[in-house]
């Protein structure tokens, strides 16, 4: 058996959905764009790995920084990452066989684009990553 209402305690049920159902959403919406983010940094650790395996198969220098550049810009664009600034460092110091090769990317992502609330700003992801020199890629004669 339930205890009837009284009178000044009718609605407020529905005032209090009314009052927390924005903070729940606004919460919804921080906890995707807080994932969002942290798939976007885990692009740019993508992009490194992938620039510096595409710079250890190349055949000199200066094909392993093109190639770093190309295949880092290739993931975070199939990753629907718009990079504002885009750097990708190429240290070709071991690029011997049985060296290795090592990408530093960066890129200027907006958070507008990373999250769905319209957030101002912009974060900068870095991604890092070393690869050996593959032994068996040929030499330019």
Same mark, same amino acid.
């Given at each position: 058996?339930?205890?009837?209402?009284?009178?000044?305690?009718?609605?407020?049920? #529905? !005032?209090?959905?009314?009052? +927390?159902?924005? *903070?729940l959403l606004l919460f919804m919406l921080l906890v995707v764009f807080g994932g969002r983010l942290a798939l976007a940094h885990g692009e740019a650790d993508s992009a490194a790995r992938d620039?510096?395996?595409?710079?250890?198969? *190349?055949?000199?220098?200066?094909?392993? #920084?093109?190639?770093?550049?190309?295949?880092?810009?290739? /993931? &975070? @664009?199939?990753?629907?990452?718009?990079?504002?600034?885009?750097? +990708?460092? @190429?240290? @070709?110091?071991?690029?011997?066989?049985?060296?290795?090769? /090592?990408?530093?990317?960066?890129? #200027? *992502?907006? &958070?507008?684009? !990373?999250?769905? &609330?319209? +957030?101002?700003?912009?974060? /900068? &992801?870095?991604?890092?990553? #070393?690869?050996?020199?593959?032994?068996?890629?040929?030499? !330019?004669?």
């Amino acid at each position: 058996m339930t205890a009837p209402r009284r009178p000044h305690e009718q609605g407020s049920a #529905t !005032l209090e959905v009314a009052i +927390v159902t924005p *903070a729940l959403l606004l919460f919804m919406l921080l906890v995707v764009f807080g994932g969002r983010l942290a798939l976007a940094h885990g692009e740019a650790d993508s992009a490194a790995r992938d620039a510096a395996r595409a710079a250890s198969i *190349a055949r000199s220098p200066g094909a392993a #920084t093109g190639n770093a550049r190309q295949a880092a810009a290739a /993931t &975070l @664009t199939n990753a629907g990452i718009s990079c504002r600034g885009f750097a +990708v460092a @190429t240290d @070709t110091s071991g690029f011997q066989p049985g060296g290795a090769v /090592t990408v530093e990317v960066a890129c #200027t *992502a907006a &958070l507008s684009d !990373l999250g769905l &609330l319209g +957030v101002p700003g912009s974060q /900068t &992801l870095h991604g890092r990553y #070393t690869a050996p020199v593959d032994r068996f890629r040929g030499v !330019l004669q």
